[in-house]
């Protein structure tokens, strides 16, 4: 489906019905992430799963979209489709846009999921990180979209999941250059939201990969401690959804028709 939004479309689906749920995709990825875990999903509840700004088929709005420019965009969605509560959950860049809509609209969540995200602001270096590969996409674009991805996974699960890294691969290089930069932009000036997990009144999990390649391991255990959040550790990378994906569904699962 298609929403008209400040001069774009924004591309969503709506499955299902009872409970709504909203998936949140992460950086490079776009709302066809979520098509292994929507089946099971929509037998209790209603699924939303949106194109985050400048990816999947969502167009772009600026040359940086902010955690809270995509956050308001998912907004008018549910807007649209007039939900007012909702469970979020969001995997990388999609769980620092469901922490933005988060912080401006509390009363509108049920839950918060955060898979393979964080709550933190960029380190210097990852800034710098995101810096050169601005630089670098201008001219190389391919180049940096496979290399992005091929990022995201351990030695061993480029072996294992060799197929489906190329079939992401593919779908990343659907996102427009403006949406790779307009993203890592957005990124770079995130706010940090570690707060959230402390005094936010709605049940809370942070699901995070003991090898993951991108976040800290440590940093992100660290954020939990003091609050109520429920952790869970998986045993590889980045990319649960593929690398632990019958396990992430499971806890997803469970974390959504807990009373």
């Known amino acids: 489906m298609i929403l008209d939004y400040k001069g774009i479309s924004i591309f969503y689906s709506d499955e299902g019905k009872g409970n709504s749920l909203v998936l949140l995709h992460g950086f490079l990825e776009n709302s066809s ?4 875990f929507v089946p099971q999903l929509v ?9 985050l700004l400048g990816h999947g088929n969502t167009g ?14 998912v907004g008018a969605v549910l807007k649209h489709l007039k939900i007012k509560r909702s469970v979020f959950i969001g995997h990388s860049l999609g769980g620092y ?10 009363d509108a969540l049920k839950g918060l999921c955060l898979i393979n995200s964080t709550t933190r602001t960029d380190s210097p270096e990852r800034i710098e990180l995101r810096n050169r590969a601005i630089e670098a996409v201008k001219t ?3 180049t940096v979209v496979k290399h992005s991805i091929n990022n995201l996974f351990s030695p061993k ?9 190329n079939t992401i691969k593919n779908e990343a290089l659907k996102t427009p250059l403006q949406g790779y930069i307009a993203a890592q932009e957005g990124m770079k000036i995130r706010e940090d939201r570690e707060a959230l997990l402390h005094f936010s009144p709605y ?3 942070m699901i995070v990969g003991r090898k993951d390649p991108v976040l800290n391991y440590s940093d992100l255990l660290k954020q939990v401690e003091g609050t109520e959040v429920e952790l869970v550790v998986l045993p590889d990378g980045h990319m649960s ?4 994906k019958a396990q992430l569904l499971k806890i997803i699962l469970h974390f959504v028709e807990k009373k």
């Open 33 to 36: 992430m979520w098509k292994t």
């Open 43 to 51: 037998k209790k509840h209603r699924v939303i799963c949106v194109d």
């Open 60 to 73: 772009c709005i600026g040359y940086i979209h902010t955690m809270e420019d995509m956050a308001n965009a």
């Open 97 to 106: 846009v469901a922490l933005a809509f988060a912080e401006n609209k509390p």
């Open 140 to 142: 190389n674009y391919e």
């Open 157 to 165: 699960s480029k072996v294992l999941h060799k197929t489906t890294i």
């Open 203 to 205: 049940r809370k999990i």
């Open 241 to 244: 959804h593929i690398e632990n």
